[in-house]
C-alpha cells in the first residue's frame, strides 16, 4: 500500500518482490500495526519523508530471504523489526541512541515500510524474540509497548515506587499504564473518554481522572497535596501539554510523547521552583523492543487490547481513517 501524496488515500500497487543488497533482509510480513504516526505521514507531517512511500513500521514477519553476508539467521526464522536504521559507523547508534541520530532512516517513513508482503531491512535491524509471540502481538509491541518504555525508563528513568500521571489512554498511553504497574509504580490514568478510563483500570491503573477543569487539583489530592514525579502526555492537543506541566510535583519530570505541531506555553517560574524536567522522547531503541518483548513472554504486561482489530492489508486507509475517528486504539494490518 503506497502513499503518493499527502493527504492523499493509500491505494493498492503490484511492486515486484525486493531483492536484499548486501547485509540486507527480505522478511515476509505477518502483521503490521496502524498507529498515529501513520497518520501524522499521510498528513504530511513528516516533511522530509519521500514520496511515493509504502508506511508501516511496527511489524513482524518471517525471515523469507538473505543478502550477501547475512549467515546467522535461517529462512523462515519469525521475527520483529527495530524501524531504525543508520548509516555504518553512525556515532548516535554507537552510543546506543541511533533514534537520536541526523542520518536515522525511518522504516515507513524515509524508505519503504511494511503496509506491504514484503519489507527489506538490515540485518541490524531484525529482532529474534526468545520464544514464540503470534505475529500480531509482536508487532505492536515494537511500537506500541516500545515507545512509553522508552520514555519511562530511558528518558523519565522511572524506579518503583513513584507515581505517573499518564495524559491520553490510547495505543501508547495505555500501555504506558500496564509498564508502570510492572516497574512497581503507581499510574493515574487521564482521558476524556471513560471507555478508555476504564481499560486504564483494567490494565492496572490505580487512579482513572476524567480530563476536565479539576484534573490538576484531582491530582494533587491523589498525591498528597505535591503531583506526580513522573507526567507521560500522550495526548494530542495544546491543553494536554499545559495541563500536564501542572501536573507535575517537586522534581517532576515531563515526558512528551505525543506529536502536536502547535507550541504550548511553559511557566518558567513553576519549571524553576519545582525543578522540573521537560523531556522529549523520540521512538524508541531495540533494546526497548527486546525488554518489552521479555515483559509479554514473562506475562507482565498484556497486548490483547492492541490486536482486538485484525484487518486485511488492502484496508490500511480503513484502519488510519478509524484511528482518525477515535474508533481503534489499534489495528493490525496482515498481508
Ligand atoms: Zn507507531
Same mark, same amino acid.
Given at each position: 500500500m503506497e502513499l503518493s501524496a499527502h493527504g492523499a488515500p493509500l491505494r493498492a500497487v503490484a511492486r515486484p518482490v525486493p531483492e536484499p543488497g548486501p547485509g540486507e533482509v527480505r522478511v515476509r510480513v505477518q502483521a503490521c500495526g496502524v498507529c498515529g504516526s501513520d497518520v501524522f505521514l499521510q498528513d504530511g507531517g513528516f516533511a522530509s519523508s519521500p514520496l511515493p512511500i509504502v508506511p508501516g513500521h511496527e511489524a513482524a514477519g518471517v525471515v523469507d530471504a538473505l543478502g550477501? #553476508?547475512?549467515? &546467522?539467521?535461517?529462512? #523462515?526464522?519469525? =521475527?520483529?523489526?527495530?524501524?531504525?536504521?543508520? %548509516?555504518? $559507523?553512525?556515532?548516535?547508534?554507537?552510543? #546506543?541512541?541511533?533514534? *537520536?541520530?541526523?542520518?536515522?532512516? *525511518?522504516? #515507513?517513513?524515509?524508505? &519503504? $515500510?511494511?503496509?506491504?508482503?514484503?519489507? @527489506? *531491512?538490515? *540485518?541490524?535491524?531484525?529482532?529474534?524474540?526468545?520464544?514464540?509471540?503470534?505475529? %500480531?502481538? @509482536?508487532?505492536?509491541?515494537? &511500537?506500541? =509497548?516500545?515507545?512509553?518504555?522508552?520514555? @519511562?525508563?530511558r528518558i523519565a528513568r522511572l524506579v518503583a515506587g513513584e507515581t505517573v500521571a499518564i495524559i491520553g489512554i490510547g495505543g501508547l498511553g495505555s500501555n504506558a499504564v500496564q509498564l508502570t504497574r510492572a516497574y512497581g509504580a503507581t499510574a493515574i490514568a487521564i482521558s476524556r473518554s471513560q471507555p478508555k478510563l476504564d481499560l486504564a483500570l483494567q490494565l492496572g491503573a490505580e487512579h482513572a481522572l476524567r480530563s476536565d477543569d479539576d484534573t490538576v487539583a484531582n491530582v494533587r489530592a491523589l498525591t498528597g497535596g505535591l503531583g506526580a514525579d513522573i507526567v507521560l502526555q500522550c495526548a494530542d492537543s495544546v491543553a494536554a501539554y499545559e495541563m500536564a506541566i501542572s501536573l507535575a510535583g517537586p522534581g517532576g519530570r515531563i515526558v512528551l510523547v505525543g506529536s502536536s505541531a502547535e507550541s504550548f506555553r511553559v511557566p518558567p517560574m513553576q519549571m524553576i521552583w519545582s525543578e522540573l524536567s521537560l523531556l522529549g522522547s523520540r521512538g524508541f531503541v531495540q533494546a526497548d523492543i527486546e525488554e518489552a518483548i521479555q515483559l509479554r513472554l514473562d506475562g507482565r504486561i498484556a497486548v490483547d487490547h492492541l490486536v482486538e482489530t485484525i484487518r486485511p492489508l488492502e484496508q490500511a486507509q480503513n484502519a488510519l481513517d478509524d484511528l482518525r475517528a477515535g474508533l481503534a486504539l489499534r489495528t493490525v494490518l496482515v498481508p
Open positions: 550477501d #553476508g547475512v549467515d &546467522d539467521l535461517p529462512v #523462515g526464522t519469525a =521475527v520483529a523489526l527495530y524501524y531504525i536504521s543508520t %548509516p555504518p $559507523g553512525d556515532a548516535w547508534a554507537a552510543a #546506543g541512541v541511533p533514534n *537520536r541520530s541526523p542520518a536515522v532512516r *525511518r522504516m #515507513g517513513v524515509d524508505v &519503504d $515500510g511494511a503496509f506491504a508482503e514484503y519489507v @527489506l *531491512r538490515p *540485518r541490524a535491524s531484525v529482532i529474534v524474540p526468545p520464544a514464540h509471540l503470534p505475529a %500480531p502481538e @509482536l508487532a505492536v509491541i515494537t &511500537d506500541a =509497548v516500545a515507545t512509553p518504555l522508552h520514555a @519511562l525508563r
